[in-house]
């Protein structure tokens, strides 16, 4: 209801307890901010000399009281009550009542009006004194899905750069034409059994003959281990499927979740950045225990992380799948059984960025409805372990999907990591971003907020976190106006098996991030660092705790970086610029990859070779 | 609530953390382990311990459920959640 059309009202604020009258002249300031007319009465006066006061004030709407619950209180409520009444203020007001231990029910028994615990947000009273309905800041104000890339133009703002990267994605267009891979004749096949699947008009004994033929053709190109799985139901190690009985107490557990959840705001002032955390655990039943407490302590967003020798098999299995390790199976089943899980303003990315099941991960994510995918040929081929030609080829069709299902994707530059100074992977980034937009996708620049190898041997954190990861947002906001999206997770290698430790430094770095008003963030949980056993779901709940108090104090405040950051940046433009320069002049975006130009062995990032040599021709 | 396993509601794991009196790290480690035995749980781990002065700050954990085992909580959780209130 728009504040205008409200009628103001006038209010007296009484605060009955000798001390604690805090509560109510924030009320009364947050009252008279909305225009209305409030008198707020000094602490501790006598009841007589209150009900002397209330006498004398005309055309009074509310009288709000105050007191803390304690020995004797009720009596003395009671008695003001009883002294209103006599004094006939009742009949022209409502009485309220609020304090510590004050419940509804209790303030009613006292013959109150209204009343409101300590917890009450003082926009459920203002909703109350207006008379209209409070929407609890649940999913009606703040959990409302937002498109990432929306508030962006894509525009260059570095003609130079925007020329490199048009001469580059040019050639890589070129180079794609008539060629394929098992990935994408997979993507493909996977997407007609799907269209099958989902035919109406189709008897259900069509379905099975349509399917087997294709399932048939799909398996010519799987590897063994997959073949094994669908022709002698044989399933890799550590991986099974969960029982009848399992499934169903798990859609039962499902529904059971849904119900009645408050949720936490992450964020105190500001709308951005949102708050994705990574969910993998191996079982699809723990994964989404972790997704609904992430929900509930305010992560906006979950993404899927899979095991890392699904990126090395030619092939998906099928079913609602638990991994004893760390990753959770990409399936149709176990993808749909936990997109059924997702609150509907949850934003949910799953990443097909870097084996050889890109362009089949993007199809089951498309069709499933999900919202981001995640695809980077350049990380997934230097550091990810992926043949570079193999990548290229997938991941310009996995973004081809990406447009056609709608998903934006982001792009982590997680060789980083590896050794590739930022610059490096910078250029790799914006490339893809550029060949992305060439095919009407929407790319999402993810660098990392890291305490990368390249850094702790120049030094250029040896003083603090920030300037540096500051001068990298710059950058890349000098080149583009693209959505950013720091990860993956942020604070990456300045987290410790401490967990106060890691939840601080996770806040910290969410705090430059809300400081520079990036698009979204990736957190880890307070367990980032601990690699003998699983996440612990305690953990998640530290960070998410921790990065809401870091935007609680920042609010719209800013971080200050030094004068190095402005240095850093242009010592990374310049970077970008130069690394463009040698892979345009190479005239081969793949071969570049694979003789290191934007990383190197001694950079850290090697070519991989899973899928080597099975790019189709012709 | 007396026939209730109270430790099929931890979702995954148990963690404790204390201040332990010790000569060294590795001294730390070993009394932290124990107390989990002692305590009963059989698959436990040092998550965190560092040494300084008088002793270490530890965190020891406790796996309850691992991902991919059958889960108490997951089980009967609503059943559970009404049996303790009744009980």
Same mark, same amino acid.
């Given at each position: 209801?728009?504040?205008?059309?409200?009628?103001?009202?006038?209010?007296?604020?009484?605060?009955?307890?000798?001390?604690?009258?805090?509560?109510?002249?924030?009320?009364?300031?947050?009252?008279?901010?909305?225009?209305?007319?409030?008198?707020?009465?000094?602490?501790?006066?006598?009841?007589?000399?209150?009900?002397?006061?209330?006498?004398?004030?005309?055309?009074?709407?509310?009288?709000?009281?105050?007191?803390?619950?304690?020995?004797?209180?009720?009596?003395?409520?009671?008695?003001?009550?009883?002294?209103?009444?006599?004094?006939?203020?009742?009949?022209?007001?409502?009485?309220?009542?609020?304090?510590?231990?004050?419940?509804?029910?209790?303030?009613?028994?006292?013959?109150?009006?209204?009343?409101?615990?300590?917890?009450?947000?003082?926009? #459920?009273? *203002?909703?109350? =004194?207006?008379?209209?309905?409070?929407?609890?800041? $649940?999913?009606?104000? %703040?959990? &409302?899905?937002?498109?990432?890339?929306?508030?962006?133009?894509?525009?260059?703002?570095?003609?130079?750069?925007?020329?490199?990267?048009?001469?580059?994605?040019?050639?890589?267009?070129?180079?794609?034409?008539?060629?394929?891979?098992?990935?994408?004749?997979?993507?493909?096949?996977?997407?007609?059994?799907?269209?099958?699947?989902?035919?109406?008009?189709?008897?259900?004994?069509?379905?099975?003959?349509?399917?087997?033929?294709?399932?048939?053709?799909?398996?010519?190109?799987?590897?063994?281990?997959?073949?094994?799985?669908?022709?002698?139901?044989?399933?890799?190690?550590?991986?099974?499927?969960?029982?009848? #009985?399992? *499934?169903?107490? =798990?859609?039962?557990?499902?529904?059971?979740?849904? $119900?009645?959840?408050? %949720?936490? &705001?992450?964020?105190?002032?500001?709308?951005?950045?949102?708050?994705?955390?990574?969910?993998?655990?191996?079982?699809?039943?723990?994964?989404?225990?972790?997704?609904?407490?992430?929900?509930?302590?305010?992560?906006?967003?979950?993404?899927?992380?899979?095991?890392?020798?699904?990126?090395?098999?030619?092939?998906?299995?099928?079913?609602?799948?638990?991994?004893?390790?760390?990753?959770?199976?990409?399936?149709?089943?176990?993808?749909?059984?936990?997109?059924?899980?997702?609150?509907?303003?949850?934003?949910?990315?799953?990443?097909?960025?870097?084996?050889?099941?890109?362009?089949?991960?993007?199809?089951?994510?498309?069709?499933?409805?999900?919202?981001?995918?995640?695809?980077?040929?350049?990380?997934?081929?230097?550091?990810?372990?992926?043949?570079?030609?193999?990548?290229?080829?997938?991941?310009?069709?996995?973004?081809?999907?990406?447009?056609?299902?709608?998903?934006?994707?982001?792009?982590?530059?997680?060789?980083?990591?590896?050794?590739?100074?930022?610059?490096?992977?910078?250029?790799?980034?914006?490339?893809?971003?550029?060949?992305?937009?060439?095919?009407?996708?929407?790319?999402?620049?993810?660098?990392?907020?890291?305490?990368?190898?390249?850094?702790?041997?120049?030094?250029?954190?040896?003083?603090?976190?920030?300037?540096?990861?500051?001068?990298?947002?710059?950058?890349?906001?000098?080149?583009?106006?693209?959505?950013?999206?720091?990860?993956?997770?942020?604070?990456?290698?300045?987290?410790?098996?401490?967990?106060?430790?890691?939840?601080?430094?996770?806040?910290?770095?969410?705090?430059?991030?809300?400081?520079?008003?990036?698009?979204?963030?990736?957190?880890?949980?307070?367990?980032?660092?601990?690699?003998?056993?699983?996440?612990?779901?305690?953990?998640?709940?530290?960070?998410?705790?921790?990065?809401?108090?870091?935007?609680?104090?920042?609010?719209?405040?800013?971080?200050?970086?030094?004068?190095?950051?402005?240095?850093?940046?242009?010592?990374?433009?310049?970077?970008?610029?130069?690394?463009?320069?040698?892979?345009?002049?190479?005239?081969?975006?793949?071969?570049?990859?694979?003789?290191?130009?934007?990383?190197?062995?001694?950079?850290?990032?090697?070519?991989?070779?899973?899928?080597?040599?099975?790019?189709?021709?012709? | 609530?007396?026939?209730?396993?109270?430790?099929?509601?931890?979702?995954?794991?148990?963690?404790?953390?204390?201040?332990?009196?010790?000569?060294?790290?590795?001294?730390?480690?070993?009394?932290?382990?124990?107390?989990?035995?002692?305590?009963?749980?059989?698959?436990?781990?040092?998550?965190?311990?560092?040494?300084?002065?008088?002793?270490?700050?530890?965190?020891?954990?406790?796996?309850?459920?691992?991902?991919?085992?059958?889960?108490?909580?997951?089980?009967?959780?609503?059943?559970?959640?009404?049996?303790?209130?009744?009980?």
């Amino acid at each position: 209801m728009d504040n205008n059309t409200i009628r103001k009202k006038k209010v007296l604020l009484i605060p009955l307890d000798p001390v604690h009258d805090v509560a109510l002249k924030i009320l009364n300031r947050k009252l008279k901010d909305r225009g209305h007319k409030t008198i707020l009465l000094p602490p501790d006066l006598p009841l007589e000399e209150i009900i002397s006061r209330l006498s004398e004030i005309n055309n009074l709407d509310f009288v709000l009281v105050s007191r803390t619950l304690g020995y004797g209180v009720a009596e003395l409520l009671g008695r003001f009550i009883d002294m209103a009444e006599a004094a006939r203020i009742r009949d022209k007001a409502k009485m309220v009542l609020g304090g510590k231990a004050i419940t509804p029910q209790l303030a009613a028994e006292l013959g109150f009006d209204k009343g409101f615990g300590e917890k009450t947000d003082f926009e #459920e009273i *203002i909703a109350y =004194l207006e008379d209209r309905e409070f929407l609890r800041e $649940k999913e009606e104000l %703040f959990r &409302k899905k937002i498109s990432i890339p929306s508030s962006h133009t894509y525009q260059y703002k570095n003609n130079r750069v925007k020329g490199l990267l048009n001469e580059i994605t040019d050639e890589i267009i070129l180079w794609s034409k008539n060629k394929s891979s098992p990935g994408i004749e997979r993507a493909k096949l996977r997407e007609r059994m799907i269209n099958v699947s989902q035919d109406d008009s189709l008897a259900d004994e069509d379905k099975v003959v349509k399917t087997r033929a294709l399932k048939k053709e799909y398996l010519s190109y799987c590897d063994e281990k997959i073949v094994r799985f669908y022709e002698k139901g044989l399933l890799p190690e550590k991986v099974r499927k969960l029982s009848s #009985e399992e *499934i169903g107490k =798990l859609n039962i557990y499902i529904q059971q979740q849904k $119900k009645d959840v408050n %949720f936490k &705001k992450i964020r105190h002032s500001q709308s951005l950045p949102l708050v994705f955390v990574q969910y993998g655990t191996g079982c699809p039943i723990m994964d989404i225990a972790h997704i609904k407490t992430s929900e509930a302590w305010g992560a906006d967003g979950v993404f899927h992380f899979d095991p890392s020798w699904g990126a090395r098999t030619e092939g998906l299995l099928e079913g609602i799948l638990s991994h004893e390790e760390d990753g959770s199976i990409i399936s149709w089943e176990n993808l749909a059984v936990i997109k059924s899980s997702l609150h509907k303003e949850t934003i949910w990315t799953v990443r097909a960025h870097r084996g050889l099941n890109t362009p089949e991960t993007a199809v089951i994510a498309g069709k499933l409805g999900a919202d981001l995918t995640k695809i980077h040929m350049v990380y997934g081929s230097l550091n990810g372990g992926t043949d570079p030609a193999r990548l290229t080829i997938d991941g310009l069709e996995a973004i081809k999907l990406a447009a056609k299902y709608n998903m934006p994707f982001d792009e982590p530059t997680n060789e980083e990591l590896g050794g590739v100074p930022a610059y490096k992977s910078f250029a790799g980034l914006l490339i893809i971003a550029d060949l992305a937009l060439k095919l009407k996708a929407q790319p999402i620049l993810k660098p990392l907020f890291c305490y990368s190898p390249d850094v702790m041997i120049s030094g250029k954190m040896d003083d603090n976190y920030i300037d540096f990861n500051v001068a990298k947002i710059n950058s890349l906001r000098s080149i583009i106006d693209a959505p950013i999206w720091p990860g993956e997770p942020i604070g990456f290698m300045t987290h410790s098996e401490d967990r106060v430790q890691s939840s601080l430094t996770t806040a910290l770095h969410a705090a430059i991030a809300i400081s520079l008003q990036v698009d979204a963030i990736t957190i880890a949980s307070s367990d980032e660092a601990y690699s003998r056993g699983p996440i612990s779901l305690a953990s998640r709940i530290d960070t998410l705790r921790a990065v809401q108090e870091a935007f609680r104090f920042l609010g719209k405040a800013e971080i200050k970086p030094t004068g190095k950051a402005r240095e850093y940046e242009k010592e990374i433009t310049k970077g970008i610029e130069e690394a463009l320069k040698k892979v345009a002049r190479r005239g081969s975006f793949v071969d570049a990859l694979y003789e290191g130009l934007l990383g190197s062995p001694q950079d850290g990032a090697y070519p991989g070779r899973a899928g080597r040599g099975t790019v189709i021709e012709g | 609530m007396e026939n209730l396993d109270v430790f099929d509601s931890i979702v995954d794991s148990l963690d404790i953390e204390t201040f332990i009196i010790c000569h060294s790290e590795e001294e730390g480690r070993r009394i932290g382990l124990a107390i989990m035995e002692q305590l009963g749980f059989r698959d436990a781990d040092i998550v965190f311990i560092e040494f300084l002065g008088s002793g270490a700050r530890i965190r020891i954990r406790a796996n309850i459920y691992k991902p991919g085992d059958s889960y108490g909580w997951f089980d009967s959780c609503n059943q559970k959640r009404d049996y303790i209130r009744n009980g």
